[in-house]
Nanobody, 125 residues
Framework: QVQLVESGGGLAQAGGSLRLSCVDAGRTFSSYGAGWFRHVPGRERLFVAGINRSGDSTGYADSVKGRFTISRDNAKNTVYLQMNSLKPEDTAVYFC??????????????????WGQGTQVTVSS
């Protein structure tokens, strides 16, 4: 059973960096494509970045391309999101997701099999 736990959120200044981690306590993460989504109150949870099981294919939302990098270490059952050049509009709760096995990585909510509990990222101007 996949049990996703995010960490690494916090407060950063605009232009700064944070790295989020998502570890699968169930130790089966390598069997799933993975993604990061973010949620702002009053809006829907949106796709940020995704990575396939082997880590050789990634995808990004236009709003984060060139600034965020998703990666994974299957030996550690962990997926990362390196966030650079942060902007105030990146402020959100960030959720890790493990995708259904029919997709390279989850992009739509219906493609998500498991969610983490979320970690808050706040970027000050």
């Amino acid at each position: 059973q996949v049990q996703l736990v995010e960490s690494g959120g916090g407060l950063a200044q605009a232009g700064g960096s944070l790295r989020l981690s998502c570890v699968d306590a169930g130790r089966t993460f390598s069997s799933y494509g993975a993604g990061w989504f973010r949620h702002v109150p009053g809006r829907e949870r949106l796709f940020v970045a995704g990575i396939n099981r082997s880590g050789d294919s990634t995808g990004y939302a236009d709003s984060v391309k060139g600034r965020f990098t998703i990666s994974r270490d299957n030996a550690k059952n962990t997926v990362y999101l390196q966030m650079n050049s942060l902007k105030p509009e990146d402020t959100a709760v960030y959720f890790c997701a493990a995708g259904k096995r029919t997709y390279p990585f989850p992009y739509y909510h219906r493609e998500v099999n498991f969610w983490g509990q979320g970690t808050q990222v706040t970027v000050s101007s």
